[in-house]
């Protein structure tokens, strides 16, 4: 039975891959600063775990790890999937502050969460997973904090993928494009508000160019994620995977 964690997994993507797992038969042991959201995701899906985290603070690392020990007993899978994407605003127009709290939680979070984990993966030979983002492939015009902590989760995967490689740990990144869902509906709304167009041209500017005109669902994303630990899955390592529906300019 793999034992897996899944940060940021309350809602969204985090939330499907959690699933996806559970259904697999897997122990699962979510995290997330939403603990309203935790309650909802824990009700949802019969034996998933949960336990608040903020990945940029320190203690409440040391905190969820101890949990992971308790009641995961060690751990087979880790999926760094915690992010969030910060204001939308042109570079000149972004606070240090607001830079800073991309980068404490996208990146320095995962860190945290990841060179913890590191020692209880390399006893089970387990498997890394890291959610960066289509904005890790391109650029993503007035969300330069998110796209620039999204490349640095490349370079994260791959060193960490050189590293592990002699424990027969893999490491790999899933680049995700548009992904339906509520925090879709929150980017989209942040693009249109700061170009003037209409939620609906946002939307079809986005499909423009994409060789496939639709929205991936959540639950394709997960399916990626369990492929990725099965002996086939773990034949790759150091790689970045886009699901994101074959955008023409990649």
């Given at each position: 039975?793999?034992r897996v964690l899944?940060?940021?997994?309350?809602?969204?993507?985090?939330?499907?891959?959690?699933?996806?797992?559970?259904?697999?038969?897997?122990?699962?042991?979510?995290c997330d600063a939403?603990?309203?959201?935790?309650?909802?995701?824990?009700?949802?899906?019969?034996?998933?775990?949960?336990?608040?985290?903020?990945?940029?603070?320190?203690?409440?690392?040391?905190?969820?790890?101890?949990?992971?020990?308790?009641?995961?007993?060690?751990?087979?899978?880790?999926?760094?999937?915690?992010?969030?994407?910060?204001?939308?605003?042109?570079?000149?127009?972004?606070?240090?502050?607001?830079?800073?709290?991309?980068?404490?939680?996208?990146?320095?979070?995962?860190?945290?969460?990841?060179?913890?984990?590191?020692?209880?993966?390399?006893?089970?030979?387990?498997?890394?997973?890291?959610?960066?983002?289509?904005?890790?492939?391109?650029?993503?015009?007035?969300?330069?904090?998110?796209?620039?902590?999204?490349?640095?989760?490349?370079?994260?995967?791959?060193?960490?993928?050189?590293?592990?490689?002699?424990?027969?740990?893999?490491?790999?990144?899933?680049?995700?494009?548009?992904?339906?869902?509520?925090?879709?509906?929150?980017?989209?709304?942040?693009?249109?508000?700061?170009?003037?167009?209409?939620?609906?041209?946002?939307?079809?500017?986005?499909?423009?160019?994409?060789?496939?005109?639709?929205?991936?669902?959540?639950?394709?994303?997960?399916?990626?994620?369990?492929?990725?630990?099965?002996?086939?899955?773990?034949?790759?390592?150091?790689?970045?995977?886009?699901?994101?529906?074959?955008?023409?300019?990649?």
């Amino acid at each position: 039975m793999k034992r897996v964690l899944v940060t940021g997994g309350a809602a969204g993507i985090g939330l499907a891959v959690a699933q996806r797992f559970a259904q697999d038969g897997a122990q699962v042991l979510i995290c997330d600063a939403d603990t309203a959201g935790l309650d909802r995701a824990m009700a949802a899906t019969p034996g998933l775990h949960g336990i608040p985290c903020d990945v940029s603070a320190p203690a409440e690392v040391d905190s969820l790890f101890a949990a992971v020990s308790d009641q995961l007993g060690g751990l087979d899978v880790l999926v760094n999937n915690v992010g969030i994407g910060g204001p939308t605003a042109p570079a000149e127009e972004l606070s240090s502050a607001d830079w800073q709290r991309v980068m404490d939680i996208n990146l320095t979070g995962t860190f945290e969460v990841t060179r913890r984990a590191i020692p209880l993966l390399k006893a089970s030979a387990g498997t890394i997973i890291t959610m960066s983002s289509a904005a890790g492939r391109y650029g993503y015009p007035n969300r330069i904090a998110y796209a620039t902590s999204k490349w640095g989760l490349i370079g994260f995967t791959k060193t960490l993928a050189m590293e592990l490689g002699a424990f027969d740990v893999t490491a790999n990144a899933i680049l995700p494009g548009a992904v339906g869902g509520e925090r879709f509906d929150r980017v989209i709304a942040g693009r249109a508000a700061v170009s003037g167009r209409s939620v609906e041209e946002e939307v079809a500017l986005g499909l423009a160019s994409q060789s496939l005109k639709r929205i991936v669902p959540p639950e394709h994303v997960a399916d990626l994620a369990l492929f990725l630990t099965t002996p086939a899955g773990r034949s790759i390592s150091g790689a970045a995977l886009p699901i994101d529906c074959d955008l023409q300019h990649g």
